[in-house]
């Protein structure tokens, strides 16, 4: 919040910080001029490999049906993560998706949760086989990793997504 950085400096005090969220030109140029901070960029250590597909349902129902569509045709060793837009999307999803990998798992803040600890649902989730099921809040911030030859496929069945958080 910019009354943060005010207090800040009418304290005196200086900020120094990193961020590995704030990265579109839109984020950086709000650092810039409403915060009043210098921002610049660091280059990935590693070449990004991401696809970014851009497919439109017309309702939940068809939603749900594309992705039961894509994990058919996927090859079983490969880790999917989905994202649901709730806790209560998440578990529908859930209960839905998981016949297609039998490793599957859910995060999702939810009574049905498939592990205890989020360390357990990271070292999993892009274990070869597994399919994970979570909300946004795992999405924010967090890396996976995986050593599948293709990598792992994330599906985002939420509906108000920014460039930055695809």
Known sequence: PKNFFD???????KIIG?????GSIEEIEEFRETNKMLTFNLPRYEIDLKIIG???AANKE????KVHNILQALPGDRPVIIFAESTKEAEQVYFQMRGHRS???LYAASQYDTAATLKEILANAGKDGYLTITTPMLGRGTDFYTAHAKGFLGINLCTNITYSTR
């Open 7 to 13: 207090y800040y400096r009418l304290c005196g005090g």
């Open 18 to 22: 990193m961020t590995g969220t704030a």
């Open 54 to 56: 851009n497919e439109e």
């Open 62 to 65: 068809e939603q749900y049906q």
């Open 103 to 105: 490793k599957s798992q």
